[in-house]
Every structure is written in C-alpha cells, then in structure tokens.
C-alpha cells in the first residue's frame, strides 16, 4: 500500500499533464475557460483524497458503504473544481465525461508502473470504487450549486416583482401589442394606446384609453362609456364570435387575416377570462398580436429550406439526418434512390431497425452513440452494410457530424454517405484475378521468368524449371546472363531489350540461351518492362518458348523452299471494287484465279452474277448501309466450273472529298478449306468428350470466377457419392471441408515449396472427409477459360505421414516428447518469450534410486514407472506447458509464461503428485519419489540448452542435498 502511496504522489504533475492532454484532445477543456492551474490543483487534491483514503481504509474502500468526509480533500476538490465547472455552464453530463479523464489517466499511468497482477488488481479496485465515490459526491455537490441559485433567483425575482407591480400600468400602456378588457357581452372597457390603429380613425372616450389613477385595471369604465367592439372593431369581434365558444372556463387562441388601410395584417389573437376578486368584475382580455413580420419571415425561411433541400435531392452522395433515437429527420434523394424508399416511407422510421442488418445493428447504434457523447473524431470514416426495400445489402462509408440546437445542444446527427459496393466488387475480384494469374502463371506451357529491374531472378514457372533443367530453388536469385551462351550475348540482350523499353514496348526477338547440363538451344523470348503507375520500374518478365523443334521444321522447310518459292508468292487475297450501280471496276490476279474466271469475265459485269443467293447479297448490302463496313462476312458463290466456294469477306465504302460514297471495295479469301478443318476440330471434341468421360482419374471442369462446377467424369461422381448431373449444379466450395483461410494457407504452402499441385481436403456425399492432391491447369473450352483439375486420393498416405511424424517426435515408452523434439519446442517457446518479454521456467526431473527399482522388480517393472511417472506429470502440467524424456529415468518440462514464484509452486505439487505414486507390480506397489531442478530464462539466454544445463546443475544440489526435493538455480 505504502507503494501505491509513492506511486500516486510522485506521478501528480505527470497525471496532471495527461489529464489535461486527453481534455484538449477530447473537446473537453474547449469553451470552459479553466485555467491550467485549476487543472493541476485538481490533480494535486485527488491524489491527497487518495492517499487519505488509503489511510483509512486500505484497499477495501466501498464508496457505496462509506459516509464522504466533510473536511476530505475530495469536497476541497470539489469545491475548486466542479464550481468552475459549473459557473462556466459545463452540464453535469460533460463534467461526469471529465471526471472519467482522471479515472483512466490514474488507471492508465500508476496500474502500468505495477508488476505484481496481484496488486494490479487490488490497485484497478481501489480506483474504480474511489472514483464512483467521486462521481457520486460531485453529482451531490452539483445539486446543491443548483439549490443555491434557485434560492438566490427566487430572492431576485422577489425583488423585481415589486418593482414591476409599480410599473405595470407604464408598461401596459406603452405595451406594442394591442391589449383590450372587454365585457363579457363584448363592450370595451379598457385599451392601450396600440389599440388604436386597429380602429381605423374611430374615437372613443378617453376614459376607455387610460387606467383610472390609483384604480388599477381591475377598475371598469362607467356603462354609458362602454363602446361596443362589433362598432369599433367589427372584424375583431366577428373572428371573436367565429373562433371561440365565449366560455369563461376555457381560454381561446386563433389566428386571422385582414386588411388593414389597404394591407393584409396576419394577427395572432389571445383570448382569456378575468375571474375577478369580490369587489372585481368578470371580463375578457384580449391580446392582438401583430406577426405579419413573422409570417413572412417564416415564408422566406420555408423557401430558403425548401432550396436547401432541393440542392441536397442534386448532391452525389447519401445524406441523411438523424435524431438522438435514431429516428430518421431528413433523407435526400441520393438516399431514397439508394435504398428504394420514398421519401415519406423513411420520415420518422427508426434507421437501425429498418435499414441495417440484424447481425450489425447493435455495433452501428453503439456507434452513433460515441457520435452523439462526442467521442468520435470528426474526420473519422465508418462503414457499414445497409438493407435496401428490396432486401439487397449495399455497403456504404460515411462521414457525420453532430447537429446542434441553439444553446449549443446536440439534437441529432447528419450523416454523408457515399455507396461503395462495387468498389468492394471490384476488389474482391481483383484479388480472384491475382489468384488466377498465378495460376495461370503455373500452368503456362512457356517458361515464365519474373527480373527485378536489374535483371536477377525472382521467381520461375513449372514449364521455365522444365526449359532450364533447373528447380525453382535453383534459378532464384541467379542473373539473367548465367542463362545465356556468352558474354556477347548477354550483352546482346540488354541492348535490345532497352531500345525496346525506351520507345515504351515490349521486346519480342529470337535468342539463344542455355541449359543446367550446358546444351545450347534456340528460344522466342518475348521481355516486357513491368512498371508502377508514377512510371518506376518494378521488375521484368521474360517469357520464353522452346523453339528447337521448330528450328528443325524450318529447316526442312528451307530446303523445299526453292519449289514453293513462286508458289507462295502469287497466293494472296482476292480484291474486288464496284461502283455504286454493283458494276465490277476492277479485281487482282488473285480473285481470277480464285474464281476461275478471266479479267475481262468479270470487269465491266454485275456482281450479282458471283452470289449464289440473291438473298446474301441483299444482307451485304444492308449491312453496309448500317455500318459502313462489314468485317469476316461469309458468302456463298460458285467457281466458274460450278464448283461452290464459300468466302470470308470484308467490305467498305470509298468515298470522294465530300464524303459521299462513290464506290466499294472489298477483299475475300477462299475458306472452304478452313470450314472443312473445324468441321474435323469438331469431331476431335467427341473424341476428347470420350476420353474425358471414360478415364478413371477423378476429373473436374471448374469456372475459376465462380468456382461453379462446369463438368465432372464418371470417376468423379463415384468418388464424391453425386450424380453427374447434380455434381454439374454444384460450387467446390460445398465438396470442400475447409475454410477459405485454410485453402489460402496451403496455396501459399505449395507455392513456397515449388509444388505444382495442392492437398485439399474434400467432403464426400456420405460426409467423409478424404484428402485429395489436386493438379489444376487453364484449358479453352468452346472459347471459354476453365480450370481443368485431376484430383487424386491421398487420404491413407497423408494418414502415414502423419503416424511417421508422430513416431519421430515422441518417445515411444511413455509418449512423451522425446529429446530432439522437446528442445525443438523449447527453442522455439524461449524466443517467444524474449521476443514478448515474457517470464520463462525449466524444471529438470530426475527419479531417485531408480536403478534399485529395475535391480529389484525387473526392467519391465521399471518401464511401468516410468509410465506412471509421465502420466502423473502431464496431469500436473498445463496443456501449453512442453513435457519430454531426455533419456532413462530423466525429464523436463518448459513452463510457458511463468513466473519464478508460479514455476517454484508448480515444482512443489509435481513433487507432492509423485511421491503419492503407487505402481502395481506382481502384487505389490512401487513408490517413489523425484528431485528436482528449477531454472528461469535470462535475457542472455540464446538456447533452451542454456537453461536446462542451469536446471540440471540445480537438479544435482537437490540429489546431493538428500533427494526428493525442487532446488532453484
């Protein structure tokens, strides 16, 4: 306690500072005009209530329990304090969120100095409940201030009563309003001055216009005075009548409009009774209140709101207004449109309950909530998901500010919003596309080689690993010129590649490199410069295409060249141009020899006569005039022998210098050979639907933008237990048993290792879980991109991997770890804790005379030990705790976050735990007991080796010291 005292007192300008820091950076100390010597008085006080309170009471002080001190520094602190708190108008709400400053700056600054948990814990209860005693007085404290004004508001309105009792006829006459006492039956009695430009140039008796001195009001004109209103004020009397039931037991107000010498008055009328003393009379008082002004400022006010809000119904974004209960004020267009409701569908609905979903409501209202004390900084951006009409959740980011009435209270909240669902959109399905380029990247055909700027190798596909002859492990790391043939060529190479760089293109070039074993061989590379959006280099890719056996094709092609040489030179397009009438201007050898007709066959002669159908040269036609080309058109014709012929044709307009066209021009070539190959390509897709379909590897057709099960052979629906027609409806998110995260890990695994597969585990229809090693590659169906996956099952040998780990790690006898993985845990553990700074035992055990055991019952006896030895210290242990057979009869245990007093206790119970062993050996019971050695971890430890040596020196002083006992080092 004595230590806490210390702590509090030393740390007072410190907690003061912080205090003061936090209600700056709050908005707390803001228009409160306390001066800084008030904050470190504050802080000085608190710390002398405390340090009194300690005093007497210790830290079981109950504020509930406890009768505050009239003489405590806490009332000084108070007095100090809360008044010039309260002369500044703070409200007690804002004062207590001051208060609660002090109360996490204690908790923050003097519980983070203690060590001990223990003390924390105590210190953390003495302050929560010092600080709700705090609280409570002060609220106490305010009341009286409030008492105190009351009374002395009370004195003072005394005071002015009696003074405005003596001033009241003055004021009554020289009152702006018209103010009348009228009889019941509706005869004036008494009027203001004011009244009199109601009249409209009427005259009445004086006695009417003033009080009779030394009267009062309560005095009534004479009855022959009395003037009847309906003659003075006609239209006043009539909305009298009109409006009010002339009730005395019920007041009337109304409003009413009239003109006035040529202008339109809006009045506000007031009526009421007069139930008058004995002595008195009853009458009726009538207040006229003139609030043209004021109906016309409210008309101009209820423009300029209606313009507001027009200009909001044009902004962008989402805006909506909110009062303290979260009901809706005001919704802009944007936010109608947004959420599919009408404006006056959203007026006065609770937004939380209508537009947010269930499983957000609560944080969402929490939120608002912080807005509302002001605990949010005001640049601070928020999202959450919404609920449209329809049920669609949008996802929108929001900015808010608090709305304030007057007098500077918060009434309400207004939000901006801006709906950012599709961004969310496009950003998970960037991540899909990265996820797809890398494994496109895998399974490419071409070598892919990723270059940082100066050219070393960061990463390798599977087909540049198969290129190169070289693992992945290999290729990382090397520079770009270990892979080519010489130094002239590398030099080569950087050359071509920067020329093409700087004129901003990719370079494409044939080049020759080399492999692991040395053999040289030719390569298409195509290199292109990957750079970020301020334009800096980030990396290279080189893609790169075996050409070897193409290289051997060419030259056989080379050879034959020379015969085909006048061949291949005279193949090229037919071309054909028309005037406007469908009249052949003119064509090229080409289209002759194409069709089989002579030049002077077809110059000079309709067109027409090369369609087979008229029908397709009226859809040319039309497509021309619509489009103005067309492009890859297939026509049917004839050749000149009868033979039909179908063309691939493209076509323009040629127009003069003022646009209008004037002829048409077209290419074609002759694709009937093509049609035929697809037509062939076509029957080779039966032949892979078969192969697909008759295999016994498990094959899977897969969309990679949707993970939607496109196709699956027979193999695969009977290994998953679906028909093949169900499995074509399904996602392989419902034949996966694991969580997106665990999918992710091992593609992350794969990629670390260079495998060019993954292991996955896959549920089956009868819900067994198997383990499948999954090849994928891209593949074009019907010009499609799919994923084509063999799958294999791998269950029964991942399950003997396992049981071959487990053999490896763990002693056999007791199923302990055994040494190598007992200091391979215990490394691991003593570089968490330094790196957490957290506390660190070793505990060495060793049984005593254990020898004499085996020499007495038996090695087998011995074995029995030495199992009911490790299962009583595993039961003693925690489950994070490492325990492990070092050999024979010894064993450690690594304490994780432990201190030196916890690791002692522990040792303690293992060595009661042990000793109360009894081993049922032929009839009789085997006891024993163990010494044992306690070490803690030092921050220069670099091994657990260092401190279990320290532990087993500690253990050897517990053996010499008479055994059966925990000896620390």
């Known amino acids: 306690m004595d230590h806490l005292k210390n702590l509090i007192i030393s740390n007072t300008q410190q907690l003061a500072e912080d205090i003061r820091f936090k209600a700056e950076a709050n908005g707390n100390a803001q228009d409160t005009g306390i001066p800084e010597a008030v904050w470190g008085e504050s802080v000085r006080l608190i710390s002398e209530a405390m340090v009194q309170t300690l005093e007497l009471y210790g830290y079981d002080y109950d504020a509930t329990a406890e009768e505050p001190s009239e003489v405590s520094s806490v009332n000084r602190f108070a007095e100090i304090f809360a008044r010039a708190h309260y002369d500044k108008g703070v409200s007690l709400v804002r004062y207590l969120t001051t208060l609660r400053l002090y109360r996490r700056a204690y908790r923050r600054r003097i519980c983070d100095s203690i060590a001990d948990e223990d003390e924390k814990r105590k210190v953390r209860s003495f302050f929560r409940s010092f600080f709700d005693g705090l609280e409570i007085m002060h609220s106490i404290q305010w009341a009286r201030f409030a008492e105190e004004d009351r009374v002395q508001r009370m004195q003072e309105n005394n005071q002015l009563l009696t003074k405005e009792r003596s001033r009241f006829l003055s004021l009554f006459n020289g009152l702006p309003s018209p103010v009348l006492l009228l009889s019941s039956d509706l005869q004036i009695e008494l009027i203001n001055p004011a009244t009199q430009k109601l009249m409209e140039n009427e005259n009445i008796p004086e006695s009417l216009t003033y009080a009779q001195p030394g009267t009062g009001l309560e005095q009534a004109a004479p009855a022959s005075e009395k003037v009847p209103l309906q003659k003075v004020i006609p239209w006043l009397a009539n909305s009298i009548q009109a ?9 009337c107000r109304f409003d009413s409009e009239v003109v006035i010498n040529g202008k339109e008055h809006h009045f506000d009328i007031a009526i009421s009774y007069v139930d008058a003393s004995p002595g008195g009379h009853n009458g009726i008082t009538v207040v006229v209140d003139d609030v043209t002004a004021r109906i016309e400022a409210k008309q101009l006010i209820s423009k300029e709101r209606n313009r507001a809000e027009n200009y909001l119904d044009f902004v962008g974004t989402i805006v909506l207004a909110l009062d303290p209960s979260g009901s809706v004020m005001m919704a802009n267009r944007t936010a109608c449109a947004t959420m599919g409701y009408e404006k006056a569908e959203l007026l006065g609905q609770d937004w939380f309950d209508t537009c947010i979903p269930a499983h957000e409501r609560d944080a969402v209202r929490d939120y608002f909530t912080l807005i509302l004390q002001e605990m949010v900084d005001v640049d601070e951006e928020s999202s959450n998901q919404v609920i449209t009409k329809d ?5 929108v980011t929001w900015r808010n500010r608090l709305l304030r009435n007057d007098d ?8 901006s919003g801006m709906d950012i669902t599709e961004h969310r959109k496009m950003e998970e399905a960037l991540e899909e596309k990265e996820l797809w380029l890398r494994n496109t990247f895998v399974a490419l055909g071409e070598g892919v080689l990723i270059l940082t700027p100066d050219r070393h190798i960061l990463d390798a596909n599977p087909a ?12 990382t790391g090397i520079h770009i010129d270990e892979l080519h043939v010489s130094p002239e060529m590398s030099k080569e190479y950087g050359e071509i590649t920067r020329l093409a760089f700087e004129r901003g293109e990719s370079a494409h070039f044939e080049f020759t490199l080399r492999r692991k074993n040395g053999e040289s061989f030719p390569a298409e590379n195509s290199v292109s410069l990957i750079s970020s959006d301020e334009g800096t280099p980030l990396g290279v890719v080189n893609t790169i295409r075996d050409i070897s056996n193409r290289k051997k094709a060419e030259q056989v092609l080379r050879r034959s060249e020379e015969k085909f040489r006048r061949i291949f030179e005279t193949i090229v397009e037919g071309f054909i141009v028309t005037g406007m009438d469908g009249i052949i201007q003119m064509v090229n050898p080409a289209t002759c020899n194409l069709l089989g007709f002579k030049e002077h066959e077809l110059v000079g002669h309709d067109i027409a006569q090369l369609f087979s159908d008229d029908d397709e040269r009226q859809r040319l036609k039309q497509a021309m005039t619509q489009h103005e080309r067309v492009q890859g058109i297939h026509l049917s014709t004839r050749h000149k022998s009868g033979d039909p012929i179908v063309l691939e044709a493209n076509a323009h307009f040629v127009r003069d210098e003022g646009g209008e066209p004037v002829a048409m021009e077209g290419t074609f070539r002759d694709i009937t050979a093509r049609l035929e190959a697809e037509k062939v390509l076509r029957e080779r897709e039966k032949q892979y639907r078969a192969f697909f379909e008759n295999n016994h590897a498990i094959m899977l057709l897969v969309d990679p933008k949707t993970d939607e099960i496109v196709d699956a052979n027979p193999a695969a629906s009977e290994f998953y237990g679906y028909p093949v027609s169900q499995m074509r409806t399904m996602n392989m998110r419902q034949l996966s048993s694991q ?9 992350f695994r794969s990629r670390q290792e260079s495998r060019v597969y993954f292991i996955f ?34 269950t029964e040998r991942i399950r003997l991997e396992k049981e071959m780990k487990r053999m490896a790690t763990t002693d056999a006898l007791t199923g302990a770890n055994n040494r190598r993985r007992f200091f391979e845990l215990g490394n691991h553990e003593l570089k968490r804790s330094a790196r957490y700074k957290h506390p660190l035992a070793v505990v060495m055990l060793d049984i005593d005379y254990f020898k004499s055991i085996n020499d007495n019952y038996g090695h087998q006896a011995g074995d029995e030990v030495l199992i009911a030895f490790t299962s009583t210290a595993k039961a003693s242990l925690r489950d994070s705790d490492i325990f492990g057979r070092l050999g024979g009869e010894e064993f450690a ?15 303690e119970r293992l060595l009661k735990d042990l000793a109360a062993v009894r081993v049922p050996v032929k009839g009789e019971e085997i006891s024993f007991t163990v010494s044992i050695g306690v070490s803690f971890a030092k921050e220069t430890d670099s091994s657990i080796e260092m401190v279990l040596n320290r532990a087993d020196e500690a253990l050897y002083k517990a053996k010499r010291g008479g055994r059966n006992r925990v000896v620390t080092s």
């Open 893 to 907: 245990a690594v304490l994780t976050e432990t201190s030196a007093d916890a690791a002692i206790e522990v040792a």
């Open 391 to 395: 049920g669609e959740h949008r996802i």
């Open 739 to 747: 969580s997106d995260e665990d999918i992710y890990q091992e593609m």
């Open 408 to 415: 500077g209270i918060p009434i309400g909240v207004i939000s």
């Open 243 to 251: 409006s009010c039931s002339l009730n005395p037991e019920q007041n």
């Open 464 to 475: 540049a690993e198969s290129i190169f002859q070289m693992s992945n492990d290999e290729l």
């Open 761 to 794: 585990q896959h549920r089956l229809a009868n819900h067994e879980i198997r383990d499948v090693e999954v090849y994928s590659g891209p593949i074009m169906v019907q010009g499609t991109q799919l994923l084509y996956s063999v799958i294999h099952d791998v």
